[in-house]
């Protein structure tokens, strides 16, 4: 088992940053893909920022140009740096952690609230 803990989400003005962190803890040897989906109130959950092992990260066209995914493999964290935010990035942000891109294990998720 993986447990994900993401914190940093928050209420921000639009054009403001954030930038979340998960801290991933247990089997973590299993996992090589790493990633953040969000999902806004009434709308299903999409994928944000995604990152495997060897690989480059992969974003969201919405998001590309404004979003960073990054890891700390040291202190096995995954952060995801938001800039330029925009009301509609309001959501439920989720960290993710699983095997060659099939995603397992999943965080509580943290708010992010874009206020125009």
């Known amino acids: 088992q993986v447990q994900l803990v993401e914190s940093g989400g928050g209420l921000v003005q639009a054009g403001g940053s954030l930038r979340l962190s998960c801290a991933a803890s247990g089997s973590i040897f299993s996992i090589n893909s790493m990633g953040w989906f969000r999902q806004a109130s009434g709308k299903q959950r999409e994928v944000v920022a995604t990152f495997t092992r060897g690989g480059s990260p992969n974003y969201v066209a919405s998001v590309k140009g404004r979003f960073t995914i990054s890891t700390d493999n040291a202190k096995m964290m995954v952060y995801l740096q938001m800039n330029m935010l925009k009301p509609e990035d309001t959501a439920l942000y989720y960290c993710?952690?699983?095997?060659?891109?099939?995603?397992?294990?999943w965080g509580q998720g943290t708010q992010v609230t874009v206020s125009s």
């Open positions: 993710s952690a699983g095997k060659d891109g099939v995603y397992k294990y």
